[in-house]
């Protein structure tokens, strides 16, 4: 890693202009590499709008064996700087209000056993449920099957996630960490919390399952929030104006 990034660092200097997938990536690269602040452009991560979209959540529920439950969905590595244990100890307090509520686990990675075992140790084994690595084209489907979307990585660049379950018209929450704040509005597309805290966890994704209002209004809210900013089309047009300003330099 430490030669990659001296070969990141030398690349850098010697580009006319650098690309970042937002504020708080660029910050960190001119910290760590002493890049001229003028070199540096945005290009945030973009999504497929069409592909991910509202659709009927009860039929697709079906497709992975739930009924009417409150569901929480996580899409990720199960690595540790995606803060799945935070999630674990959020659920204790979250189950002893509903105890039906069902976690859903996309992706795998070498936390898994170690999750498996800390659930079975707090009884929580039954309300998570790990589908492990699916193909792309069965992602638009699971993040239907959701009331919420959950993040609760400890650091991120962006979080294209957090802009996939928004495209779906699913309300997020997530720690106030890294560039995820560019790619929500807090309190208006979802919620953000103090990066760690497993009791503001718990508290954020309780209020979304018991107001099915707000959840309604995050999930509108979170679909135009993206379509207006984070579309395929407007982000590769972005990149196009990088390339041709590069050229021009």
């Known amino acids: 890693m430490r030669r990659l990034a001296k070969l990141e660092e030398q690349t850098a200097h010697n580009a006319a202009l650098i690309v970042t997938i937002s504020r708080y990536s660029l910050e960190k690269i001119q910290q760590h590499y002493g890049i001229e602040k003028s070199k540096g452009r945005i290009v945030p991560n973009g999504v497929d709008t069409a592909k991910f979209k509202p659709m009927d959540g009860l ?8 009924g009417n439950e409150p569901c929480v969905l996580f899409v990720g590595s199960l690595i540790p700087r995606k803060g799945l244990p935070f999630l674990v100890e959020a659920a204790r307090k979250i189950v002893k209000e509903n105890a039906e509520t069902k976690f859903l686990i996309v992706g795998d990675g070498p936390l ?7 659930l079975e140790a707090t009884n929580l084994s039954d309300n998570f449920k790990f589908l492990g690595n699916l193909k792309e ?17 400890i650091q991120e660049g962006q979080g294209i996630v957090l802009l996939e379950a928004q495209a779906s018209g699913k309300p997020v929450v997530a720690f106030d960490v890294g560039g995820v704040n560019e790619a ?3 309190k208006e597309t979802g919620l953000l919390v103090n990066r760690g805290s497993n009791g503001e966890l718990a508290d954020a994704l309780l209020k ?8 309604e209004k995050m999930g509108t809210n979170g679909r135009r929030f993206v379509t207006e900013n984070f579309t395929w089309d407007t982000c590769a047009q972005k990149m196009l104006k990088v390339y041709y300003e590069a050229l021009a330099s």
Do not use: I, K
């Not at 039929?59 to 739930?66: D, K, P």
């Not at 979304?208 to 959840?215: A, C, F, K, P, V």
């Open 208 to 215: 979304l399952l018991s107001d099915n209002t707000l959840r």
């Open 59 to 66: 039929v697709v529920r079906q497709q992975f064996g739930l």
């Open 112 to 118: 898994r056993n170690q999750l498996a075992a800390s």
């Open 184 to 186: 929500v509005q807090n």
């Open 137 to 153: 084209d069965a992602l638009p489907a699971v993040y239907n099957c959701a009331d919420v979307f959950v993040l609760p990585s």
